[in-house]
């Protein structure tokens, strides 16, 4: 009979989960025992970067990724990033270490105290299993727990008594289980939605992330082409992918992130359509009306939270791309005036150090067809999105629960999974230090991600947010002498700065074309970049 540790080795196979992400302690080594030959280990030198990149890698790939924590500690490390990939709507199956099972009610050191309840707001299922036969089902439930609608982290502690255990009979049977994790629309509500959509005189579709997710975005290209429907994107701060191509000409930029804002900015709409988003992802709090006069509101989501937390609208319950596809096959050819394409983006004015503005209008030259961006620029997210235009399924990941750290080690994981798309990671300056070591295991797995890193020398977001919040003389908001470049280096990544717009130029052409992972720091004026 086949021990606790082959059955869940060949069911994570099953599920094509060979690459497992971790940073290892004593009570893991057990699990890890005679690696099988067909497995990938990825370290991560902290639990903030082994998740993350295993939050990468399972959106890129859109499939279940595990990552392996320490007990306790390497959960408590772990909890921003694992908050992360809720928001992100991640499919991770975190497990962790546990004392052996004889030291746990006397707490021997390393006891990971009340294990199930540590992750508890951040993951949808947390467990411990009770016999140590149990443990292949019970990380079956948290691949399956975490792979259906909303896709999120599921939690498992493993006693580390537990792997040379003789397994059941039943587990052949668990290993086996497959699920189909999207449900489709009601029929009628989807009828219902046509015709209102048919009816309207001046009805927009505003574009949520899980439109990608779900791979829902050449329907929703066709959807609003046929209905001729001016597409927002929704709000950028919770928006971790694209919904639509920016580059399209029915594109009319992204939503601002608050209530008056938002209803400002769709002020004369009489039917306002959300895809693969929440309601919004708000932020900061600036009242107003939460639609504009004369206004109604349809969201159609697969998260029943999403569903029910909603201040405003109707709301149709479905995976994004089922629903449009459905709804394709209702509505006809629309009768009306297309909206006016954006401006095209400008570079703005040349200067000394350059603006984020210049700096992303020069990534935009470079930028490939097929690249993938993955962004942590707090105060410039704006001023990339309107320069690059990224108009490709899966070109852009963005951490949606806003927890820093996401960016450098997502990134890692998202070229990973994505192994033949060159992917470049913006980051700012101050962003980086929260997955820094992300840096090494980058040069350790030669992972050819392209690190772009603007510096400003401060928190310039924060400064924002500090006029905004009408905050006067706060501390802690000035980065003199972060020298990122360096501290990549020295971790084996080969960094460059450079300054002006020709050497920018020069070193992402040759970073991105290079195979290896490399940086390029370049200072930027401080503010918020917008355009
Ligand atoms: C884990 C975590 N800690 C703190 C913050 C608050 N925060 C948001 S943006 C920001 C500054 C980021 O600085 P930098 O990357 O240099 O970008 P800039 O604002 O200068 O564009 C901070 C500290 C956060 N979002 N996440």
Same mark, same amino acid.
């Given at each position: 009979m086949?021990?606790? !540790?082959?059955?869940? #080795?060949?069911?994570?196979?099953?599920?094509?989960?060979?690459?497992?992400?971790?940073?290892?302690?004593?009570?893991?080594?057990?699990?890890?025992?005679?690696?099988?030959?067909? #497995?990938?280990?990825?370290?991560?030198?902290?639990?903030?970067?082994?998740?993350?990149?295993?939050?990468? =890698?399972?959106?890129?790939?859109?499939?279940?990724?595990?990552?392996?924590?320490?007990?306790?500690?390497? +959960?408590?490390?772990?909890?921003?990033?694992? #908050?992360?990939?809720?928001?992100?709507?991640?499919?991770?199956?975190?497990?962790?270490?546990?004392?052996?099972?004889?030291?746990?009610?006397?707490?021997?050191?390393?006891?990971?105290?009340?294990?199930? !309840? +540590?992750?508890?707001?951040?993951?949808?299922?947390?467990?411990?299993?009770?016999?140590?036969?149990?443990? %292949?089902?019970?990380?079956? *439930?948290?691949?399956?727990?975490?792979?259906?609608a909303?896709?999120?982290? &599921?939690?498992?502690?493993? /006693?580390?008594?537990?792997?040379?255990?003789?397994?059941?009979?039943?587990?052949?049977?668990?290993?086996? !289980?497959?699920?189909?994790?999207?449900?489709?629309?009601? /029929?009628?509500?989807?009828?219902?939605?046509?015709?209102?959509?048919?009816?309207?005189?001046?009805?927009?579709?505003?574009?949520g992330?899980?439109?990608?997710?779900?791979?829902?975005?050449?329907?929703?290209?066709?959807?609003?082409?046929?209905?001729?429907? %001016?597409?927002?994107?929704?709000?950028?701060?919770?928006?971790? *992918?694209?919904?639509?191509?920016?580059?399209?000409?029915?594109?009319?930029?992204?939503?601002?992130?608050?209530?008056?804002?938002?209803?400002?900015?769709?002020?004369?709409?009489?039917?306002?359509?959300?895809?693969?988003?929440?309601?919004?992802?708000?932020?900061?709090?600036?009242?107003?009306?939460?639609?504009?006069?004369?206004?109604?509101?349809?969201?159609?989501?697969?998260?029943?939270?999403?569903a029910?937390?909603?201040?405003?609208?109707?709301?149709?319950? &479905?995976?994004?791309?089922?629903?449009?596809?459905?709804?394709?096959?209702?509505?006809?050819?629309?009768? !009306?005036?297309?909206?006016?394409?954006?401006?095209?983006?400008?570079?703005?004015?040349?200067?000394? /150090?350059?603006?984020?503005?210049?700096?992303?209008?020069?990534?935009?030259? +470079?930028?490939?067809?097929?690249?993938?961006i993955?962004?942590?620029?707090?105060?410039?997210?704006?001023?990339?999105?309107n320069?690059?235009?990224?108009?490709?399924?899966?070109?852009?990941?963005?951490?949606a629960?806003?927890?820093?750290?996401?960016?450098?080690?997502?990134?890692?994981?998202?070229?990973?999974?994505?192994?033949?798309? %060159?992917?470049?990671?913006?980051?700012?300056?101050?962003?980086?230090? =929260?997955?820094?070591?992300?840096?090494?295991?980058?040069?350790? =797995?030669?992972? /050819?991600?392209?690190?772009l890193?603007?510096?400003?020398?401060?928190?310039?977001?924060?400064?924002?947010?500090?006029?905004?919040?009408?905050?006067?003389?706060?501390?802690?908001?000035?980065?003199?002498?972060l020298?990122?470049?360096?501290?990549?280096?020295? =971790?084996?990544v080969?960094?460059?700065?450079?300054?002006?717009?020709?050497?920018?130029?020069?070193?992402?052409?040759?970073?991105?074309?290079?195979?290896?992972?490399q940086? +390029?720091?370049?200072?930027v004026? %401080?503010?918020?970049?917008?355009?």
């Amino acid at each position: 009979m086949a021990s606790v !540790r082959e059955v869940t #080795f060949e069911l994570f196979r099953e599920h094509g989960m060979t690459t497992i992400f971790g940073n290892p302690g004593s009570t893991e080594l057990p699990m890890l025992a005679e690696f099988p030959d067909d #497995f990938r280990y990825v370290l991560g030198l902290q639990e903030a970067v082994a998740v993350g990149m295993a939050d990468g =890698y399972a959106q890129a790939s859109g499939r279940p990724a595990h990552v392996n924590l320490h007990t306790a500690p390497g +959960v408590g490390n772990g909890m921003g990033a694992i #908050f992360n990939a809720q928001a992100n709507h991640s499919p991770l199956v975190v497990t962790a270490g546990q004392q052996v099972r004889a030291h746990i009610t006397m707490q021997a050191n390393l006891t990971n105290r009340d294990a199930t !309840r +540590v992750v508890h707001p951040f993951v949808k299922w947390s467990f411990e299993p009770p016999r140590a036969q149990d443990v %292949p089902h019970a990380i079956a *439930r948290a691949i399956h727990t975490a792979s259906l609608a909303p896709r999120g982290p &599921a939690f498992v502690s493993l /006693p580390m008594d537990d792997w040379n255990v003789e397994a059941e009979d039943a587990s052949g049977a668990v290993v086996a !289980r497959s699920s189909e994790p999207r449900s489709g629309p009601d /029929p009628d509500a989807i009828k219902a939605l046509a015709k209102r959509l048919e009816e309207a005189s001046n009805p927009v579709l505003v574009a949520g992330p899980d439109i990608d997710t779900s791979g829902g975005w050449d329907d929703a290209v066709a959807l609003a082409e046929r209905q001729k429907l %001016p597409v927002f994107a929704s709000p950028a701060p919770g928006g971790g *992918r694209l919904g639509f191509p920016e580059g399209h000409p029915l594109f009319q930029g992204v939503l601002p992130p608050a209530i008056g804002p938002v209803a400002e900015t769709l002020k004369g709409r009489d039917l306002i359509v959300v895809i693969g988003s929440s309601v919004f992802p708000y932020y900061p709090y600036i009242p107003g009306p939460l639609l504009p006069e004369g206004a109604t509101l349809v969201a159609i989501t697969s998260d029943p939270d999403e569903a029910a937390r909603a201040p405003m609208g109707d709301v149709i319950l &479905a995976d994004p791309a089922l629903a449009l596809r459905a709804l394709l096959a209702e509505v006809g050819e629309a009768n !009306r005036a297309e909206p006016k394409p954006l401006q095209e983006p400008s570079a703005g004015d040349d200067s000394d /150090p350059m603006t984020p503005t210049m700096v992303h209008n020069t990534l935009a030259q +470079v930028f490939p067809d097929d690249g993938i961006i993955v962004l942590e620029s707090p105060s410039s997210t704006l001023a990339l999105r309107n320069q690059l235009r990224l108009s490709q399924s899966g070109s852009y990941y963005f951490g949606a629960g806003g927890g820093l750290g996401f960016g450098l080690a997502g990134a890692i994981g998202v070229q990973l999974a994505q192994p033949d798309r %060159p992917v470049v990671c913006v980051l700012g300056e101050g962003s980086a230090q =929260y997955a820094i070591t992300g840096f090494w295991s980058a040069a350790a =797995y030669d992972v /050819p991600v392209t690190f772009l890193v603007l510096r400003n020398d401060e928190y310039s977001i924060l400064k924002w947010f500090a006029d905004v919040e009408e905050v006067a003389g706060a501390p802690g908001l000035d980065l003199p002498a972060l020298e990122v470049a360096k501290v990549a280096e020295a =971790y084996g990544v080969a960094s460059k700065q450079v300054s002006g717009r020709d050497e920018l130029h020069a070193a992402l052409e040759s970073a991105i074309g290079s195979g290896k992972p490399q940086l +390029v720091e370049v200072p930027v004026t %401080p503010g918020m970049a917008l355009f």
